[in-house]
């Protein structure tokens, strides 16, 4: 008896599933949406992204300096996908120390230092 119920419930099952294929006033499924347009950040290479990088303002706010290395790391990890996180950070400091950002490298140093000043 059980498995005449469990062939019963998979027959309607796949008689309603063929009666809404062949019904053409059922809703169809939309095609999929488009990707999103790539970043043209990520198209650069490593001399485009040395010559497009720009100092973390210390003027600018704490979520615009954040998204900024968020996209500098996703920048490495997709053309770089080999470096650690070491690696990512000795080119970051590379970066910002070439392009002369003071005020970052001093809120670097500044939180190298031990909490109360030993």
Same mark, same amino acid.
């Given at each position: 008896?059980?498995?005449?119920?469990?062939?019963?419930?998979? !027959?309607?099952? !796949? $008689?309603?599933? $063929?009666?809404?294929?062949?019904? +053409?006033?059922? /809703?169809?499924?939309?095609?999929?949406?488009? /990707?999103?347009?790539?970043?043209?950040?990520?198209?650069? +290479?490593?001399?485009?992204? +040395?010559?497009?990088?720009?100092?973390?303002?210390?003027?600018?706010? /704490? +979520? $615009?300096?954040?998204?900024?290395?968020?996209?500098?790391?996703?920048?490495?990890?997709?053309?770089?996908?080999?470096? *650690?996180?070491?690696?990512? !950070?000795?080119?970051?400091?590379?970066?910002?120390?070439?392009?002369?950002?003071?005020?970052?490298?001093? *809120?670097?140093?500044?939180?190298?230092?031990?909490?109360?000043?030993?």
């Amino acid at each position: 008896m059980r498995s005449f119920t469990i062939a019963f419930v998979a !027959l309607s099952m !796949l $008689a309603v599933t $063929a009666a809404r294929a062949q019904d +053409d006033s059922a /809703p169809a499924i939309p095609p999929p949406a488009a /990707p999103e347009a790539p970043d043209p950040l990520f198209a650069l +290479d490593d001399a485009g992204f +040395d010559a497009q990088f720009q100092c973390p303002d210390p003027q600018s706010s /704490p +979520d $615009a300096r954040l998204e900024e290395l968020a996209r500098y790391t996703e920048w490495a990890k997709l053309h770089h996908p080999d470096w *650690n996180f070491k690696k990512r !950070l000795d080119v970051r400091y590379s970066l910002l120390r070439r392009h002369a950002c003071a005020a970052t490298l001093a *809120n670097i140093a500044a939180s190298a230092r031990p909490p109360f000043g030993s």
